[in-house]
């Protein structure tokens, strides 16, 4: 069993940054790729950023590609979202969650641990 708390969600104006957090407590951390995926109302979830299990290999969505970069402190057991130039079109809920081994990277049907989630509003 893993459990995932996200913070550092918010409201912030269209061109402003935010830094979320996502701490793993449970198995193994840092055996696993980690991902951010984000809910907008009414929309279904979509893949934000992946996160190889040493960091080594990253994964973006086209649409926060250049803007948000994902990073993990494994000694920390927490995965980061940094995320610059915010555009009233990321407004949604942001997700970490924890990807089976050999699932695919981008598909939110490949993780079976999900955080409780964190509002992010960008005002334009």
């Known amino acids: 069993q893993v459990q995932l708390v996200e913070s550092g969600g918010g409201l912030v104006q269209a061109g402003g940054s935010l830094r979320l957090s996502c701490a793993a407590s449970?198995?193994?951390?840092?055996?696993?790729?980690m991902g951010w995926f984000r809910q907008a109302p009414g929309k279904e979830r979509d893949f934000v950023a992946g996160?190889?299990?040493?960091?080594?290999?990253?994964y973006y969505a086209d649409s926060v590609k250049g803007r948000f970069t994902i990073s993990r402190d494994n000694a920390k057991n927490t995965v980061y979202l940094q995320m610059n130039s915010l555009k009233p079109e990321d407004t949604a809920v942001y997700y970490c969650?924890?990807?089976?081994?050999?699932?695919?990277?981008?598909?939110?049907?490949?993780?079976?641990?999900w955080g409780q989630g964190t509002q992010v509003t960008v005002s334009s």
């Open positions: 969650a924890v990807k089976r081994n050999g699932a695919t990277v981008k598909t939110a049907s490949s993780y079976n641990y």
């Open positions: 996160i190889s299990w040493n960091g080594g290999t990253t």
């Open positions: 449970g198995r193994t951390f840092s055996s696993y790729t």
